[in-house]
């Protein structure tokens, strides 16, 4: 992941957003954060889930067997990657579609995602020592993935959901280029995952044999961090605004609206680029922006040792798995 532009503006909410939210009406269904975190801590017993290693293929299928228990359909969509190195990464996209999901007519969905595989390097670790060390990725992997696990509980629990949900586990996203290596980083050596089903879609729609139409997609990154507050990101903002002010309009209407600030971050290098720009749907990313954190803009476990479950916060879980859950039952 590539932080592109840091630099931070203010922006206030209008009269009309503020209208709205007092209109909007509070959904009932409640997120449960500790049952997130206990998907999160499942993942990490593994280890760390970097490409080719055995947690990985381990990992992959607990993740499918979830979704599955959870009543999706899933599929594993695997593919031989090349990371910056030219390692061959075998990668796999797990893709779950809700129940009612599948079928011959084309469907209107919603697409909701994060990826789940762990930065090979803990590059950016105050101590040199551990520039080489594999990140357990508590919450830049993990985080996003027990969000969407809660959230898939939920609906089977609560049929009241009134459109399609595809959740989408983006792999190879953190091979990109480390910092201690002398390759020039274009940011095409990350979301490799991502890029690569957003190619696939492009090429099955451009064939009429895509059968989902995504009204939107909704990135989650590193959505578990102490201390995170979701910033409007740049890139979310050029491609996808009307879903950046849903969503944030959701996080107040559901009480969360101090975790999403109504302020702009940067533009970042995320998967969300490849689904805009490749997919043509229109998607944002919710990930944390840390202002004033001298180590790293995503927070001070960014690619270090120290991302693991002691700096994962139920509390950051629920407010953004209730703005989702406000989201997503709101949908008509």
């Known amino acids: 992941m590539l932080l592109a532009l840091c630099l931070l503006t203010s922006c206030k909410s209008t009269n009309k957003s503020l209208q709205e939210d007092d209109a909007a009406q509070v959904v009932a269904v ?93 590059d ?47 792999d190879a996203e953190d091979w990109g280029i480390p910092q201690w290596s ?21 090429r099955r729609t451009a064939q009429g044999s895509q059968p989902a139409h995504y009204r939107y997609g909704i990135l989650l990154d590193m959505v578990g961090g102490q201390g995170a507050r979701f910033y409007r990101e740049l890139g979310s903002l050029q491609y996808a605004r009307n879903v950046v002010d849903k969503v944030w309009a959701a996080a107040r209407t559901a009480g969360y609206g101090s975790y999403f600030p109504d302020e702009d971050g940067g533009a970042i290098t995320d998967d969300h680029v490849p689904v805009n720009q490749v997919a043509l749907i229109p998607c944002i990313d919710i990930i944390p922006y840390y202002p004033d954190c001298q180590q790293s803009s ?32 709101s949908e008509n």
């Open 182 to 202: 002398n390759a020039v980083d274009d940011g095409r050596s990350w979301a490799l995952g991502a890029q690569y089903w957003a190619a696939d879609f492009a």
């Open 298 to 329: 995503f927070g001070p476990t960014w690619h270090t040792v120290s991302d693991d479950m002691n700096h994962l916060d139920r509390s950051t879980l629920q407010a953004v798995g209730q703005t989702l859950v406000q989201v997503l039952y």
């Open 30 to 122: 409640k997120f449960v954060a500790d049952s997130a975190f206990a998907y999160c801590q499942a993942q990490c017993d593994f280890g760390p889930r970097t490409m080719n290693s055995e947690a990985h293929e381990r990992c992959a299928q607990w993740i499918k067997q979830k979704f599955e228990q959870f009543g999706c359909t899933v599929e594993l969509q695997q593919a031989d990657l090349r990371g910056y190195d030219g390692t061959i990464l075998k990668s796999t996209n797990i893709i779950a579609r809700t129940k009612g999901s599948v079928g011959p007519a084309k469907r209107d969905a919603i697409l909701v995602c994060a990826h789940w595989d762990s930065r090979p390097w803990a």
């Open 124 to 170: 950016n670790d105050p101590d040199e020592a551990n520039h080489h060390t594999s990140v357990l990725a508590a919450n830049d992997g993990a985080s996003g993935i027990g969000v969407m696990l809660e959230l898939a509980r939920l609906f089977q629990q609560h049929d009241s959901l009134k459109v399609d949900v595809d959740f989408v586990c983006f």
